[in-house]
T-cell receptor
Framework: ETGVTQTPRHLVMGMTNKKSLKCEQH?????MYWYKQSAKKPLELMFV???????ENNSVPSRFSPECPNSSHLFLHLHTLQPEDSALYLC?????????????FGPGTRLTVT | AQTVTQSQPEMSVQEAETVTLSCTYD???????LFWYKQPPSRQMILVIR??????QNATENRFSVNFQKAAKSFSLKISDSQLGDAAMYFC?????????????FGKGTKLSVKP
């Protein structure tokens, strides 16, 4: 596998379920990101991890819980979601600690909350 | 706070023709980077082109070029000799140089259709 991969690609879950999204990057990068992409809205940055430490949390509700066990893997744990959380969740990675480096994106997980 | 505006929700171009996508941004910073990302219907977002604000020369990548007007805070993307594979959502993005990781700000995107 090359680049940034995400699993699953599609997920349907009820409001009481618990699920996790997985992201893996094969680029040797040291920063990873979660974004939420909703229709007709700009991409929303959710979390940033740099060298496995969370460096940014953009006021995301606690029903979203990120985990970064190492620099290649990033998870987003989901529990008691709301229908408005239905969206495409994109993972990205980048090299370096400054904000100048471009980010490489995964294909996304299409999440539907019923 | 920085903002990025793409005023064209949708654009259409004939195959082999040229199209320009607009992007404006607002910032009080002097050092920053600008990007254009492409998101085809398969959803994998890929980087098209990047511009460093300190460089006066416009970036070029094959058929893709930008018109960077720093004073006007404008960063348009020109696609020459458009191909069917260019059909996608295009996002303009901004990041402060040396800013916190993940300070990448996106516009709402422009959907480009290419007619054969």
């Amino acid at each position: 596998e090359t680049g940034v991969t995400q699993t699953p690609r599609h997920l349907v879950m009820g409001m009481t379920n618990k699920k996790s999204l997985k992201c893996e990057q094969h680029l040797g990068h040291n920063a990873m990101y979660w974004y939420k992409q909703s229709a007709k809205k700009p991409l929303e940055l959710m979390f940033v991890y740099s060298l496995e430490e969370r460096v940014e949390n953009n006021s995301v509700p606690s029903r979203f819980s990120p985990e970064c066990p190492n620099s290649s893997h990033l998870f987003l744990h989901l529990h008691t979601l709301q229908p408005e959380d239905s969206a495409l969740y994109l993972c990205a990675s980048s090299q370096g600690r400054v904000g100048s480096y471009e980010q490489y994106f995964g294909p996304g997980t299409r999440l539907t909350v019923t | 706070a920085q903002t990025v505006t793409q005023s064209q929700p949708e654009m259409s171009v004939q195959e082999a023709e040229t199209v320009t996508l607009s992007c404006t941004y607002d910032t009080s910073e002097s050092d920053y980077y600008l990007f254009w990302y492409k998101q085809p219907p398969s959803r994998q977002m890929i980087l098209v082109i990047r511009q460093e604000a300190y460089k006066q020369q416009n970036a070029t990548e094959n058929r893709f070029s930008v018109n960077f007007q720093k004073a006007a805070k404008s960063f348009s993307l020109k696609i020459s000799d458009s191909q069917l594979g260019d059909a996608a959502m295009y996002f303009c993005a901004y990041v402060n140089y040396g800013g916190s990781q993940g300070n990448l700000i996106f516009g709402k995107g422009t959907k480009l259709s290419v007619k054969p």
